[in-house]
């Protein structure tokens, strides 16, 4: 009878200990509460970086010859895209994996436009709204307007050239 009753006791010392321990566990932890941070109104710089996880900087909002930008690079450092304002408009500039602009999309005072380049950074296409009238402009690997479409004044116009840029067909 006595190894019954010593188990007995040692079952209920566990189980007294196992609930001591899980109630100081529960009780015993401070309540944590988050501190209150408060954000200032405004912050300022003349330039911010964006850093990846490594310290690499792969991005930057800043002043450029002074005009506010934000410019965008890759993983390797070649920059991707470029946002600026510029004195007579804006400008978002997207650039190829070899660092050559491929796409230009700007404002300025006398509308928007649309540029698509090759690999060289030369003009493939653009279209354009000046003064009102859309114009798609199509050109050479020597950057000249070899096909214009354009609509001046409700009236579309259609004009091909030759490499020397002389119209070698027009309609109407």
Not at 51 to 78: S, Y
Not at 100 to 105: D, E, F, H, Y
Request: proline share 5%; glycine share 12%.
């Amino acid at each position: 009878m006595g190894t019954r009753w010593a188990m007995v006791i040692a079952a209920v010392c566990v189980i007294v200990t196992a609930a001591a321990i899980a109630y100081a566990a529960g009780t015993a932890a401070p309540e944590v509460t988050a501190p209150v941070v408060t954000a200032p109104e405004v912050i300022r710089a003349q330039r911010f970086e964006l850093v990846d996880e490594t310290g690499r900087v792969r991005g930057a909002l800043g002043m450029v010859g002074g005009q506010p930008g934000v410019a965008l690079v890759d993983e390797k450092g070649r920059g991707r895209a470029l946002l600026a304002v510029l004195e007579d408009g804006a400008g978002l500039l997207l650039y190829d994996e070899k660092g050559k602009a491929a796409a230009v999309l700007s404002l300025r005072e006398d509308g928007p436009a649309l540029a698509l380049a090759d690999e060289g950074s030369r003009a493939g296409a653009m279209l354009s709204l000046s003064a009102g009238d859309p114009d798609l402009a199509l050109f050479d690997e020597a950057g000249k307007v070899r096909a214009l479409l354009r609509l001046a004044v409700g009236y579309p116009e259609l004009v091909l050239r030759d490499e020397e840029g002389k119209s070698v067909w027009t309609a109407p």
